[in-house]
């Protein structure tokens, strides 16, 4: 678990309002979860999932309640719709915290940030469509240009249920072509034995049956249509029937976003699919829904690998020192933030000189001074910072036209 410091934070936070905007412009709006929720909302989601089996931050509270920091959104929006019964369509987005108790490495945390977005209620391709063509929207927003979508079908529930089969016959009669590691997944779940990356695995998965064999007519239907949909928006992608995804609810589309420039372990900036099951097991009706969510630091990763998406500039615009007290940058400070300034001001009444130094430190435009002079004539002088130095004294009451002037000049 990591702590976010200043630029990065400012970072963070300028990548979310990016996701907020690109979203609500598509009208999604925000929903806020609890990050604990009872353990049985995260158990639907598959007890052939590492992400349940292994890596669930799961105790039991004061009241003796089994809980759980939760490892993912999408079984807690299942859970709220369930709970609320909003009219629907419900096209909700999200961003906050997930825990999962991973091997930590590079791109790989216990605590971890995403942003997503789920539709529940709406059976059409075009929503498939609408949903992919969100990430990418926020992806190319960002300046990231080396993302790759990869796209895939896990079929209807029974066309995923058959090819899970035949890939249990397939690699079963090839264990020794298996690493032990894929030979433990292939009893828990042998779909995940497509997801491995390891050399000893690839001549077993290569030679592996593919799911567009077991596509029912509805599936490949529905998979033609999210294609098609996406083409005529000119995103390009790259089909990969090997695109299982980590987490067991999926049914028919499943997508990733995949960074060009990370370690291929950790190269998913992000993913999701269709999960019409998923209401259903959590008590209410049978329900339709879709979703991506995607990773806030390896997106960060990536836009610092391609270069793009630097953290901005948090200095404030105006710095004010007092030498006669402090009270009077009080004053000066509250006025100025009214008016819409950026403005902070030195602290422990020190000397003219210290005072200066920490407004030149703290990188803004100008700084202003008051001194026994201005106090005392009802003046403020002001000072330029950046660029041309110089300064002007001026009367106390226009101070916010001027530095209107000033600071619009020392931004061009
Ligand atoms: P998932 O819910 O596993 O499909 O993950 C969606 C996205 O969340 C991934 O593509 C990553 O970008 C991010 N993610 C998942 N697990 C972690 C983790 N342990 N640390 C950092 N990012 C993660």
Known sequence: M????????????HLIDTFAAVVARAGYGQIMLPVLEDLGVFTRIGDATDVVTKEMYDFTDKGGRHIALRPEFTAGVCRAYVQHRPTTPWKVWYAGPNFRYERPQRGR????????????????PMVDVEVIALGWE???????????????????????????????????????????????????????????????????????????????????????????GLRALEIPFIENTALVRGLDYYR??????????????????????????????????????????????????????????????????????????????SLVAARLRAAGFSCEQAFGQR???????????????????????EHQAGT???????????????DAGDLVEHLRRVIAVTCE
């Open 252 to 329: 028919r589309t499943t997508f990733e976003y995949v960074g060009g420039t990370l370690d291929s372990a950790q190269n998913a900036l992000g993913g999701g699919g269709r999960y019409d099951g998923l209401v259903a097991d959590l008590g209410g009706p049978q329900t339709s829904g879709i979703g991506f969510a995607l990773g806030v630091e390896r997106t960060l990763l990536a836009c610092d690998d391609e270069g793009v998406f630097p953290a901005g500039d948090s200095a404030v615009e105006v710095y004010v020192v007092d030498t006669t007290g402090g009270a009077e940058a």
């Open 351 to 373: 000397s003219l000189k210290s005072q200066m130094k920490s407004a030149d430190r703290s990188g803004a435009q100008v700084a202003v001074l008051i001194g026994p002079d």
């Open 109 to 124: 945390y216990r605590q971890f940030e995403q942003v997503g977005v789920e539709v529940l209620d709406v059976d059409d």
């Open 2 to 13: 990591r702590d976010v410091l200043e630029p990065e934070a400012s970072r963070w936070r």
């Open 138 to 228: 926020f992806f190319s927003r960002l300046g990231l240009r080396r993302v790759e979508l990869h796209l895939n079908s896990l079929g209807e529930p029974a066309d995923r249920l058959a090819y899970t089969e035949a890939l249990r016959t397939h690699f079963e009669s090839r264990l020794d072509q298996l690493s032990e590691a894929a030979r433990e997944t292939l009893a828990r779940n042998p779909l995940r034995v497509l997801d491995s990356k390891r050399p000893d695995d690839a001549a077993a998965i290569a030679s592996a049956p593919s799911i567009t064999e077991f596509w029912s007519e509805s599936a490949a239907e529905h998979y033609g249509a999210v294609r098609d």
């Open 380 to 394: 403020l002088t002001v000072r330029s910072l950046r660029g041309q130095s110089g300064q002007t004294t001026i």
